[in-house]
């Protein structure tokens, strides 16, 4: 049994997009009051720690990872007041909370950019990345995440400024001391408030490549590879703030970020590095990304599924500590995209629950996923609001695509799919709002709703419960060693888990088909979890099924 306990190791988060979670005075945008109403429901799943997606001001071109004033919430989402009493409330059921600091770039609307592009001498001029043009071109061709060049022309000063996401997202210029003390001074404020924590929003791209070359190819991921993510100073730059700030709190960092791999993964979060807790791993989130990303998606097997997630957690078995999530709200649902989310919607949501709460590592939960949310598929564009869906809407049309075809990739692929309120029942509007919500309702909350799982002892709601329980009654689920059985098997994942304490077999059916696996189990053992109610054979596994089983010590598996 692990020695070194830690809080946040052993603990399950949930994760809030707030504007989609409830809405509590009916303008069709979830708030925060909305989270304190239903804050019983999130202490009934057993959960440890909120992980709140940005509810600072904002203007809202993504969502509020464009912020206006670090120190202010967002109007529509409510009050500092309701913040505070938010945050008391967690605290008061022994749930903690964590924010999203957005520390690469700010909202074009923060004071910081409107003072910055009034001159070329203006103090605030270097907390951003200025540069003149190229014979009338952008300094360099540099793409945004969200399409088109990263430089857009400020007709003020003549001078074009860096944008890796949104033209309304400029990048901050890190290398400005005076921006990173602001930086964490606003940390600071936040921690003085008694938040237990941050996740960073793309903390990897915080130090780029400062001559900014050409990149001399067109693919996106490696652009972003060579020039963006990882740069020289990223490392100085987080030390610098565990050492002025973090290392202060007894508090939890979650680094997000693209270009974080096997390899660099340990300088940002080994235990010896003084930077993060904990990174997310990409790999899984990107395994159906083209070589020009999610709407250029391309097909998957699972003998690569499970060797992401073998890799990463033999990476950081002994140093650092994992993230395990199977989807948030830049992804597809979990169950439209790894499981069937028709005719086995119950069943593979089930298996992905037993997947994300007995792996090593900290695990996260995306809202709704605990009552098998699935995909949405609006049938015009005009029902779709993320910024990069309609970007690459608007970029596929004037390539001449077939736009029947594209709002098919939207459907599987868009963010938005994610982003869709809250089925709290089956009233109007899937009991998120009284009005029109500010995205559409998925049609299905009908019979996708917690009212009805509520209240089914085999829900998928239910079965989440239990789950949490079982892992937070098992430290060999979060600290035991982790082995992979038959990697290559095209449709089982199998995989033990293991301390001095206990011994623990997940078999895990990712298949529509019944499949025969000769368990290799030898000795006795014990079901412990199946997410079939009805009982069978121990080496037949059913469409979707996961069953654990807890075996003797000293058992061997192979
Ligand atoms: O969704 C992606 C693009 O296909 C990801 O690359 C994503 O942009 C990246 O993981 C960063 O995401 C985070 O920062 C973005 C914001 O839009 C996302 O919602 C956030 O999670 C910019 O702040
Ligand atoms: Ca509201």
């Known amino acids: 049994m692990e020695t070194n306990r830690i809080w946040w190791k052993e603990a399950v988060v949930y994760q809030i997009y707030p504007r989609s979670f409830y809405d509590s005075n009916g303008d069709g945008i979830g708030d925060l009051k909305g989270i304190l109403d239903k804050l019983d429901y999130i202490e009934s799943l057993g959960v440890d720690i909120i992980w709140l997606c940005p509810v600072y001001q904002s203007p809202n071109e993504d969502n509020g990872y464009d912020i206006s004033d670090y120190r202010q919430i967002m109007q529509e989402f409510g009050?500092?007041?309701?913040?505070?009493?938010?945050?008391?409330?967690?605290?008061?059921?022994?749930?903690?909370?964590?924010?999203?600091?957005?520390?690469?770039?700010?909202?074009?609307?923060?004071?910081?950019?409107?003072?910055?592009?009034?001159?070329?001498?203006?103090?605030?001029?270097?907390?951003?990345?200025?540069?003149?043009?190229?014979?009338?071109?952008?300094?360099?061709?540099?793409?945004?995440?969200?399409?088109?060049?990263?430089?857009?022309?400020?007709?003020?000063?003549?001078?074009?400024?860096?944008?890796?996401?949104?033209?309304?997202?400029?990048?901050?210029?890190?290398?400005?001391?005076?921006?990173?003390?602001?930086?964490?001074?606003?940390?600071?404020?936040?921690?003085?408030?008694?938040?237990?924590?941050?996740?960073?929003?793309?903390?990897?791209?915080?130090?780029?490549?400062?001559?900014?070359?050409?990149?001399?190819?067109?693919?996106?991921?490696?652009?972003?590879?060579?020039?963006?993510?990882?740069?020289?100073?990223?490392?100085?730059?987080?030390?610098?703030?565990?050492?002025?700030?973090?290392?202060?709190?007894?508090?939890?960092?979650?680094?997000?970020?693209?270009?974080?791999?096997?390899?660099?993964?340990l300088e940002y979060v080994g235990e010896d590095r003084n930077e993060l807790n904990m990174i997310f791993h990409f790999g899984h989130m990107l395994i159906d990304h083209g070589s020009n990303g999610r709407f250029d998606p391309v097909s998957w097997d699972l003998p690569q599924f499970k060797k992401i997630f073998s890799d990463w957690d033999n990476k950081l078995k002994d140093q650092g500590w994992g993230s395990i999530f199977l989807g948030n709200h830049d992804y597809p649902r979990m169950v439209s995209r790894f499981g069937n989310d028709t005719q086995y919607r119950v069943e593979s949501s089930k298996l992905f629950a037993t997947l994300l709460l007995s792996l090593?590592?900290?695990?996260?939960?995306?809202?709704?996923?605990?009552?098998?949310?699935?995909?949405?598929?609006?049938?015009?564009?005009?029902?779709?609001?993320?910024?990069?869906?309609?970007?690459?809407?608007?970029?596929?049309?004037?390539?001449?695509?077939?736009?029947?075809?594209?709002?098919?990739?939207?459907?599987?692929?868009?963010?938005?799919?994610?982003?869709?309120?809250?089925?709290?029942?089956?009233?109007?509007?899937?009991?998120?709002?009284?009005?029109?919500?500010?995205?559409?309702?998925?049609?299905?909350?009908?019979?996708?709703?917690?009212?009805?799982?509520?209240?089914?002892?085999?829900?998928?709601?239910?079965?989440y419960r239990m789950m949490i329980k079982f892992r937070k009654k098992n430290p060999t689920l979060v600290y035991g060693d982790y082995n992979c059985l038959c990697p290559e098997h095209e449709s089982i994942y199998a995989y033990e888990r293991w301390d001095e304490a206990s011994k623990y077999l997940i078999l895990l059916n990712i298949s529509d088909n019944n499949v025969v696996y000769e368990s290799p189990i030898s000795r006795s053992y014990q079901l412990k979890i199946n997410n079939y109610i009805t009982p069978n054979a121990i080496n037949k596994l059913r469409p979707w099924e996961a069953k654990m089983f807890s075996l003797p010590q000293g058992t061997t598996s192979c």
């Open 360 to 463: 090593r590592g900290t695990p996260y939960i995306y809202q709704g996923d605990e009552i098998g949310m699935t995909n949405v598929a609006f049938n015009t564009i005009d029902d779709y609001r993320d910024i990069e869906g309609t970007n690459a809407w608007l970029k596929a049309k004037q390539e001449g695509k077939n736009m029947v075809e594209f709002l098919k990739i939207i459907h599987q692929q868009g963010r938005d799919n994610a982003r869709t309120p809250m089925h709290w029942s089956s009233h109007q509007n899937g009991g998120f709002s009284k009005s029109d919500p500010w995205i559409k309702v998925n049609p299905n909350f009908h019979h996708i709703n917690i009212n009805a799982q509520d209240k089914d002892q085999n829900s998928i709601l239910n079965y």
């Open 79 to 265: 009050s500092m007041q309701q913040f505070d009493e938010l945050l008391h409330s967690i605290h008061r059921k022994n749930m903690k909370l964590i924010m999203d600091l957005v520390a690469n770039h700010s909202s074009d609307e923060h004071l910081w950019f409107k003072e910055s592009r009034k001159s070329k001498n203006n103090p605030y001029r270097d907390y951003y990345f200025w540069r003149e043009g190229k014979n009338g071109h952008p300094p360099n061709n540099w793409p945004s995440f969200f399409g088109g060049s990263a430089w857009e022309i400020d007709h003020q000063t003549q001078e074009y400024y860096l944008h890796l996401f949104s033209k309304k997202q400029p990048d901050l210029n890190w290398e400005n001391p005076k921006m990173r003390k602001e930086m964490y001074n606003i940390i600071e404020f936040w921690l003085n408030k008694g938040v237990d924590g941050f996740r960073m929003d793309v903390i990897s791209v915080i130090s780029k490549e400062l001559n900014f070359p050409d990149a001399n190819t067109d693919n996106f991921l490696d652009i972003m590879n060579n020039h963006y993510a990882n740069g020289d100073k990223v490392h100085i730059y987080l030390k610098e703030m565990s050492h002025e700030v973090l290392r202060k709190y007894d508090i939890m960092t979650v680094g997000e970020g693209p270009g974080i791999n096997l390899d660099n993964c």
